[in-house]
């Protein structure tokens, strides 16, 4: 069975910092691109960050400088540091892992980001 869950959020004030997990099991996690997305009240879904199975990375222009992607493929665990937090980064933030070749795809159930003062 297939679970994959976010860890890490929570009210931070703004020019703080956090770090989200994401760890999956039940997939061969090396295999797997996975994406930090987030979903704020009122405002679709948006992808924040991307990293492959060999480590290459993309991110969103408003958390570029500021965000950092990073995977552990022997823990099965992605994470996203998020450095200089904003208010605008408040959002509910989910874990996507993505398997193209297959046709596979899994979502997280979110962890919530607050940044206020």
């Known amino acids: 069975q297939v679970q994959i869950v976010e860890s890490g959020g929570g009210l931070v004030q703004p020019g703080g910092s956090l770090r989200l997990s994401c760890a999956a099991s039940g997939v061969i996690f090396r295999f797997y691109t996975m994406t930090w997305y987030r979903q704020a009240p009122g405002k679709q879904r948006e992808l924040v960050a991307t990293?492959?199975?060999?480590?290459?990375?993309t991110y969103i222009d408003s958390v570029k400088g500021r965000f950092i992607i990073s995977r552990d493929n022997g823990k099965n665990t992605m994470y996203l540091q998020m450095n200089s937090l904003k208010p605008e980064d408040t959002a509910n933030y989910y874990c996507n892992a993505r398997r193209t070749t297959v046709n596979l795809e899994y979502w997280g159930q979110g962890t919530q980001v607050t940044v206020s003062s």
């Open positions: 990293i492959t199975g060999g480590g290459t990375t």
